[in-house]
């Protein structure tokens, strides 16, 4: 089946500096990706959707400046954590799909857990 | 925003029973998902059922989906261990998953 690989799966940074979260689609082309993040107890926020050499959508209060998307290729998207701060600190989790296949659910990645110090 | 409120947000139940999470949502949608979500980890997509279908089964699971009321329950038979770990409805809808906020599922032995 698809699989999505997202890297790394955790990381610890300062305050101040920039984390790169990476997401692949392995065996399938991801023509759409989803960004989301999570904290402790609570259910995944949708960040952005970013659709393969587009710019990324992001939901309303998500600081587009803060979080960069880039998604240019069909194999991979990233998300950059820019400047971090203790409250950034969360788990981010990547989906990826192919609008061609859409109605058959997305493939999640397994997840950054970001701590911010 | 999310899309669908689950209940009961917590579940505690003996091994062996079965266990029923609920979910609404708010707009249409051209399907639903559950996901299951061990502690800090990952998800795993359970299973997908389209807007026009009432029912569906995979394994110990059946989940059902009312569009004229906009609920969606997910039935685990049989409940093991295994199963503990929290469980999300996830609507699809315009391109996009908007998860609902969870239920934590919790099997005593």
């Known amino acids: 089946g698809a699989v999505v690989s997202q890297h790394p799966s955790r990381v610890i940074c300062k305050s101040g500096t920039s984390v790169k979260i990476e997401c692949r689609s392995l065996?399938?082309?991801?023509?759409?990706m989803f960004w989301y993040r999570q904290f402790p107890k609570q259910s995944l926020m949708l960040m952005a959707t970013?659709?393969?050499?587009?710019?990324?959508?992001?939901e309303q209060g998500v600081e587009k400046d803060k979080f960069l998307i880039n998604h240019a290729s069909l194999t991979l998207s990233t998300l950059t954590v820019t400047s971090a701060h203790p409250e950034d600190s969360s788990f981010y989790i990547c989906?990826?799909?192919?609008?061609?296949?859409?109605?058959?659910?997305?493939?999640f990645g397994s997840g950054t857990r970001l701590t911010v110090v | 925003s999310q899309q669908g409120e689950e209940d009961p947000q917590a579940l505690s139940i003996q091994e062996g029973e079965n266990a029923t999470m609920n979910c609404s949502y708010k707009t249409s949608i051209n399907n639903l998902q559950w996901y299951r979500q061990n502690s800090g980890r990952g998800l795993v997509h359970l299973i997908l059922?389209?807007?026009?279908?009432r029912e569906k089964h995979s394994g110990r699971l059946r989940v059902t989906l009312d569009t004229s009321k906009k609920s969606s329950s997910l039935l685990i038979t049989a409940s093991r261990a295994a199963d503990t770990a929290s469980y999300f409805c996830?609507?699809?809808?315009?391109?996009?998953?908007?998860f609902g906020k969870g239920t934590r599922l919790h099997i005593l032995p």
């Open positions: 059922i389209r807007s026009n279908e």
């Open positions: 996830a609507a699809y809808r315009d391109d996009k998953i908007i």
């Open positions: 989906s990826a799909g192919d609008r061609g296949l859409k109605h058959y659910g997305y493939t």
């Open positions: 970013s659709n393969e050499g587009s710019k990324a959508t992001y």
């Open positions: 065996d399938f082309q991801a023509t759409t």
